[in-house]
């Protein structure tokens, strides 16, 4: 039933719409809404069929899930304590996260060529919502240039935009495409990607998209990604040059005052935490921040440090399971956004379990990907091409 094409042309529109319509929706509700009937519903009316395939990844990947089962468990366990205005809502986004994750392997089918070339074109669509942010902030709107750029939608947030477009440049980066047409189009695309995260002046997702790029040669051992880091790093030292008054006038923004506070408030609450759902504020110098900027102090704040571990683990099983397949395309592509993502992580992230957002994009997404790597297949030579068929 899932193999079908109108059964197939569904999953790939939810997919194109988890990576889109955060930029074109026009609310955030229309947001949601499309993902339920595109993600959600899809995932669920074909796990069924799909089982086969479940039960593959499950085998193949059993520690990542189990900390996975293990940490929604106990974030729902968390709710007994917790403030949550609202723990049956808190209940219904843990359900979806576990749905959302379904999704990739059903969506994939034994073909993690079909996830690539999706998501190459959700790249090129992202890429145009960059033009068009530039356009409309700097063009419409009449912005200085020395203006922090703001994304469309659910983008509009420099920093969270900035890491949005930031992790789509790497997985563009890591899947070219054979053909010469549309390498011209990847090409433009890239352009636009990048200039939206300088413009956007998220030191944390322009430092993430550096280092994601050099680290790059380690795995992917060839001259084509030795050429991209040599060329990526002049060209991060040129922009550094030119925009060094604009880079360092915010200083650290209390990140250093922020981090020591956040463990002040885990010593408070080691084992249990706050609770999923929990809304905390971070107190530092005077200062009331709303969160705490980083990903593994907000979980542990919020699920103590037993959900902390299990996070990890799910987080690492991630990389293992990529470095493990290294030598197919897909095991390279996850590799460099699970580099990105965990960079990320440490700047300015605010949201495991809640509804999809921005954050989603560089924590459950990579998650979500990892469960196709059970049917990567290794390329011959070094960081190779996807299939013509794109």
């Known amino acids: 039933m899932h193999t079908t094409r109108w059964a197939q042309g569904w999953l790939a529109l939810g997919l194109l719409w988890f990576l889109l319509a955060i930029a074109l929706a026009p609310t955030n509700k229309v947001y949601q809404q499309g993902l339920v009937a595109f993600v959600w519903l899809p995932a669920i009316v074909f796990a069924w069929p799909a089982r086969h395939r479940l039960l593959e990844v499950w085998r193949a ?4 899930y189990t900390a996975l089962l293990g940490l929604m468990a106990w974030a729902l366990i968390s709710l007994a304590w917790s403030e949550a205005a609202e723990p049956v809502r808190e209940v219904k986004r843990l359900l979806y996260i576990l749905v959302f994750l379904l999704f990739f392997p059903i969506l994939a089918d034994g073909r993690p060529e079909r996830v690539m070339r999706l998501m190459q074109w959700g790249g090129v669509g992202l890429a145009l919502t960059a ?4 356009v409309q902030f700097y063009g419409i709107k009449h912005n200085p240039w020395n203006t922090r750029l703001e994304g469309l939608g659910e983008l509009s947030h420099p920093i969270l935009g900035g890491y949005v477009i930031g992790l789509t440049a790497v997985w563009m980066l890591h899947w070219v495409p054979r053909r010469i047409g549309l390498q011209v189009l990847w090409v433009v695309a890239l352009a636009l990607l990048g200039v939206f995260v300088v413009m956007s002046q998220s030191r944390g997702a322009a430092l993430a998209l550096l280092l994601s790029v050099l680290a790059m040669p380690i795995y992917c051992r060839d001259q084509r990604a030795r050429v991209i ?3 990526t790093l002049v060209l991060a030292m040129f922009t550094f040059w030119l925009l060094e008054p604009l880079v360092m006038a915010r200083g650290a923004s209390y990140r250093p005052e922020i981090f020591m506070s956040s463990l002040h408030m885990i010593a408070e609450h080691p084992w249990g935490g706050l609770g999923a759902g929990a809304d905390y504020r971070v107190l530092s110098n005077g200062m009331t ?3 705490a900027h980083n990903l593994f ?7 103590g440090l037993p959900g902390l571990l299990l996070w990890c683990i799910v987080w690492f099983a991630v990389l293992r399971e990529a470095w493990r397949t290294r030598d197919s395309l897909l095991g390279r592509g996850v590799l460099g956004m699970w580099v990105f993502s965990f960079l990320a992580m440490q700047f300015d992230a605010s949201s495991l379990t809640g509804t999809p957002r921005a954050e989603w994009f560089i924590s459950w997404l990579p998650i979500g990907l990892a469960g196709v790597l059970t049917w990567a297949r290794a390329k011959s030579g070094g960081c190779d091409k996807i299939p013509r068929s794109s």
């Open 61 to 64: 990947q059993r520690l990542m």
């Open 131 to 134: 033009l068009m942010a530039i």
């Open 229 to 231: 880091a040599a060329a």
């Open 289 to 291: 921040f709303d969160h």
């Open 297 to 303: 102090s907000h979980i542990a704040i919020l699920l």
